[in-house]
């Protein structure tokens, strides 16, 4: 049986390369933590990925990947013994076995979403939605358009949202108005890889299959979180000139197409990392498929589930 083996220098010399680019890719978040300063972008990426910067500088391999001379990481999860004295190797198949419902769940998303016909007539109006006729907003920031203006857009357009973990987050008034009601067991049926957040998502599942993904894999998927979330603020109806972030007006045929362009931009890098993850997770001598996706294996784990 074939295994890339890697001795504890070259491992080490990984390990620590992947360290500094994580605390280059999150100093200005931990520094803003210092101050006690809040971001309305990009306390996203560690509010509702509930992945702290600690956890990123936490290297790993990726399955089937022997790590010689690491006892240290013996006891680690999802790390077996490798074929010689104090080796260790990432295990797919521990994984599958240990956590079933989610290995079903996280290798449907990575293999059915990329089959899917991306959409590109959303125009990013899941956030208008979310502060369609509202009291009260998530974010302590002005709208750009005035809240009467932002109900204007949201009625001149049809919702067409597709991702369930930003539905939820419509409005009352709002959900009525998405081309197709949204439900948490429908989610692997309406995925699809025009959507931004479904494109951010491939870094929850990156986070999710640990020690099975390469180090640089999952910070490659961290940084298209990190572009997708901007373009995705940039399109909403909040006004992020005290952040020197300029708008895209989807309300406008210009703005559109501006929109249009970089999510059919995403939807390839999505895929891109949908398969490179499939691919690192189960294209190992010791891996096993996952069990299908049943209904009960469908119901889709906490947002801030580690």
């Given at each position: 049986?074939h295994?890339t083996v890697?001795?504890?220098?070259?491992?080490?010399t990984?390990?620590h390369?992947?360290?500094v680019?994580v605390?280059e890719?999150?100093?200005?978040?931990?520094?803003?933590?210092?101050?006690?300063?809040?971001?309305?972008v990009?306390?996203f990426?560690f509010?509702?990925?509930s992945?702290?910067p600690s956890?990123?500088?936490r290297w790993?391999p990726?399955?089937?990947?022997?790590?010689?001379?690491?006892?240290?990481?013996?006891?680690w999860r999802w790390y077996?013994?490798g074929?010689?004295?104090?080796?260790v190797?990432p295990?797919?198949?521990?994984?599958?076995?240990?956590m079933?419902?989610l290995?079903?769940?996280?290798?449907?998303?990575?293999?059915?979403?990329?089959?899917?016909?991306?959409?590109f007539?959303c125009?990013?109006?899941?956030?208008w939605?979310?502060?369609?006729?509202?009291?009260e907003?998530?974010?302590?920031v002005?709208?750009?358009?005035?809240q009467?203006?932002?109900d204007?857009?949201v009625e001149?357009?049809?919702?067409?949202c597709?991702?369930?973990?930003?539905?939820?987050f419509?409005?009352a008034?709002a959900?009525p108005?998405?081309?197709?009601?949204?439900?948490?067991d429908?989610?692997?049926r309406?995925?699809?890889?025009g959507?931004?957040?479904?494109?951010?998502?491939?870094y929850?599942?990156?986070?999710?299959?640990?020690?099975?993904?390469?180090?640089d894999?999952?910070?490659?998927?961290?940084?298209?979180?990190?572009?997708i979330?901007l373009?995705?603020m940039?399109a909403s109806p909040?006004?992020?000139?005290?952040?020197?972030?300029a708008?895209?007006?989807?309300e406008t045929?210009?703005?559109?197409?501006?929109y249009?362009?970089?999510q059919?931009?995403?939807?390839?890098r999505?895929?891109t990392l949908?398969?490179?993850l499939?691919?690192?997770?189960?294209?190992?001598?010791?891996?096993t498929?996952?069990?299908?996706?049943t209904?009960?294996?469908r119901?889709?784990?906490?947002?801030t589930a580690?």
């Open positions: 049986m295994h890697l001795d504890r220098d070259e491992w080490q990984r390990a390369a992947h360290r680019r605390d890719l999150t100093a200005a978040h931990r520094e803003r933590a210092v101050r006690g300063e809040k971001h309305p990009w306390d990426l509010t509702y990925y992945y702290k956890l990123l500088r790993h990726g399955a089937g990947v022997v790590l010689l001379d690491a006892p240290e990481r013996a006891e077996a013994a074929p010689n004295p104090d080796s190797v295990d797919a198949a521990a994984f599958t076995a240990d079933p419902r290995a079903s769940l996280v290798d449907h998303m990575l293999r059915r979403v990329p089959q899917q016909a991306a959409r007539d125009f990013g109006l899941h956030e939605a979310m502060v369609y006729q509202a009291d907003r998530r974010h302590e002005a709208l750009r358009l005035g009467n203006g932002t204007e857009v001149s357009h049809r919702l067409r597709t991702h369930f973990d930003a539905f939820r419509f409005t008034p959900r108005r998405n081309e197709q009601p949204l439900r948490r429908d989610q692997v309406f995925e699809q890889p959507c931004l957040h479904a494109g951010m998502d491939v929850r599942w990156a986070v999710k299959l640990g020690p099975l993904v390469p180090g894999l999952l910070l490659d998927a961290f940084e298209l979180a990190r572009d979330r373009l995705d940039k909040y006004d992020l000139s005290a952040w020197n972030i708008p895209v007006r989807i045929p210009e703005g559109k197409a501006e249009v362009e970089a059919r931009v995403f939807a390839e999505s895929n949908r398969r490179m499939l691919h690192a997770w189960t294209a190992t001598p010791h891996a498929r996952p069990p299908a996706a209904e009960k294996h119901q889709h784990p906490p947002v580690a």
